[in-house]
């Protein structure tokens, strides 16, 4: 290929992918997301319950024997 014609063609992809970073940029600023740590924590609570069988109860405890 031609250096002129690659750079013409890197220039425009810059261009194009400079236009999609600012529409990211401003997409994230538009809608913030909940702390790290907080989603953590829900998607673990979520995972334990479905780690829990439908239906189940806590055992109960013997009575002890005197």
Do not use: K
């Not at 992918?17 to 529409?23: P, S």
């Not at 809608?31 to 979520?46: N, V």
């Amino acid at each position: 290929m031609h250096p002129e014609t690659h750079l013409v063609l890197h220039h425009l992809r810059s261009a194009e992918l400079r236009g999609r970073a600012d529409d990211f940029r401003l997409a994230h600023h538009a809608a913030p997301r909940p702390a790290l740590r907080s989603r953590l924590g829900w998607t673990l609570i979520e995972m334990g319950l479905r780690l829990i069988p439908a239906g189940a109860t806590v055992p109960q405890r013997a009575p002890r024997a005197a």
